[in-house]
């Protein structure tokens, strides 16, 4: 049986306690998950290479699961353009039974082979793309389906499971298992397994953004400013990688429709926003690397 499907002793009389009582079993079972997914970061590191070294050659990530595990892909999937301004088809997130399956659940979506095969179509899918599969049993036959399509057309595959033995295994060039085991509530995988999930594509996305220049030192210096926080933002990272003040950072920064980039290069070497724009391009836009070059 699947660890994630057995009876957890900890928490066998939940119903029995107030209401104090069930948060606390459950916290203390959340507690787990962060060990859990420290054990599979060699795989984890493993993933974010392959996954980088295809964005650099033009590949997209495209992540594929049903339920829980298909909208949690969404989810990390929708946060990439504001948090790195990168285009919305590079990091996508599919889930079985289609959008409305994200609102509500599809049933036998999880089982269809016919839904992969038109999903992993209808994304014309290419050998460069990166595809991470995300199931806590990891036998649903969509994502199965899914990854030996992969497989065959020749990318580069990545399984994210709580099962050991899950058949998404045989077809993952990359097998990221994170050891949940039962969870609080018998079978609830939206739990802990869930949890785990979240935390594995928070870095496979971050670390991967990270590896293709999207930062400098820990800044989000790619962050696409839509509303005033992220303005705010976007002027105190200008502002305290050139050491300047804020005005100068803000008056910079709406000259050229908050790029935060550019403007940092503007105001360091006190060129126009042209230039800027061309010394990023050169370097593929890795700020690092434009300092090294000219400094």
Known sequence: MISTETLNKN??????????GIVTLINN????????????LPEIAAAVDIISTNFQNGGRLLYFGAGTSG???????????????TNPSMVQGIIAGGDVAIKTAVEGAEDSTELAE?????????SNDSIVCISASGNANYVVKILE????????????????????KDFA??????DTGAEAISGSTRMKAGTAQKMVLNMLTTASMIKIGKTYKNYMIDVKATNDKLKKRAIRIVSSIVNCSEEIAENVLCTNGYNVKVSILQIKYKIDDKKAADLLKEHRGVLRKVFEALN
């Open 29 to 40: 079972e959340d507690l787990t998950v962060a060990i859990a997914v420290q054990k599979a």
């Open 118 to 126: 038109f999903d992993f179509k209808r994304k014309e899918i290419k």
């Open 11 to 20: 928490t066998e009389n939940i119903d029995l306690t107030d209401s104090l």
């Open 71 to 85: 909208r949690l892909g969404i989810l990390d999937a929708s946060e990439c353009p504001p948090t790195f301004n």
């Open 173 to 178: 060039d990359c097998f990221i298992f994170v």
């Open 149 to 168: 399509l992969a497989r065959n057309r020749g990318c580069r595959t990545i399984a994210v499971s709580s099962n050991k033995n899950a058949k998404m």
